[in-house]
């Protein structure tokens, strides 16, 4: 179901040019629960057979990126992942960039999770390390081989982001002045949030793989249903929000589409004729 064009209900003229990579956020826009819906899946594979490169940007770590995911990657379905909200950048033939942490941020960043008595994670390129765990996280550490609880952990390991769960609906740290220790919260979901530089975002991501692949990033696309794709959505030259994203990004989006059940991603892939 293709719902909005912004520009073309403005009255706008509106050429659709084919984008020369697409990116894609992974949970709630590519994949629910965990696992991509196999249109989705058949679609990625059916683009893999044009010029178009595709790309993942998404939030998680790069030790938890779901296996069919780099599945995808390893046939050559995707060309690229963008993780950690730009933190981490690969393809199949290594890092194109990185931006660890410094140990001032990661003291920082302590600190302040102390402060609000909350478990919280830091991730490195190859496992996520947990603070603390309680009932919900011991069985969550069992099933997942990359998942450690080593509470000084980023003191001996490059680490590229951190996460917050919260205690509550209330307690989320609002109380925090996140600038004055040149951070920034970005929530991904009603219990939890990501901590991260101020420069930090999918879209210094974007820039460095496009960079890598010579193309300007007014000629790409972006799928994303979360607030950790508002500067992705700034930045490329045509914006898609999933049906069911936050209000926020649905604002500042190009084009709002259907859900992942609704078949949104292939809705606006046909208005640009890109599938073959």
């Known amino acids: 179901m293709f719902i909005v064009d912004k520009a073309a209900t403005a009255g706008m003229k509106h050429k659709l040019p084919i984008p020369k990579i697409i990116f894609f956020d992974i949970d709630d826009t590519l994949s629910r629960g965990g696992m991509i819906a196999e249109h989705n899946k058949a679609t990625l594979e059916q683009l893999a057979k044009t010029d178009i490169k595709l790309v993942i940007s998404t939030g998680r770590s790069k030790a938890i990126i779901p296996d069919d995911i780099l599945a995808l990657l390893d046939v050559g379905v995707l060309d690229a992942i963008i993780c950690m909200n730009g933190q981490y950048s690969f393809d199949k033939n290594g890092r194109i960039s990185h931006y660890p942490l410094s ?78 220790y040149g951070l920034k919260l970005v929530h991904w979901h009603h219990i939890g949030a990501d901590i991260l530089p101020v420069d930090a975002s999918k879209a ?6 496009c960079e890598y692949y010579a193309v300007d990033v007014s000629e790409c696309m972006a799928f994303g249903d979360g607030m950790n794709d508002l500067e992705m959505f700034d930045l490329v030259g045509y914006a898609v929000a999933m049906g069911d994203a936050q209000p926020d990004l649905i604002a500042r989006a190009d084009f709002v589409t259907g859900t992942i059940e609704e078949r949104g991603i292939q809705a606006v892939l046909e208005q640009f004729h890109v599938t073959p």
Not at 115 to 144: C, G, M, P, V
Not at 204 to 209: E, F, N
């Open 103 to 180: 140990a001032e941020q990661t003291e920082k960043i302590v600190h302040l999770c102390q402060q609000s008595a909350l478990i919280h994670k830091f991730d490195s390129a190859t496992h996520i390390a947990w603070s603390d765990e309680n009932e919900r996280l011991r069985d969550y550490n069992a099933r997942t081989p990359n998942s450690i609880v080593d509470p000084v952990y980023y003191q001996s390991t490059p680490v590229y982001q951190c996460s917050v769960f919260f205690n509550n609906q209330i307690d989320k740290m609002q109380n925090v002045n996140f600038d004055h």
């Open 204 to 209: 210094r991501g974007i820039k460095d793989v």
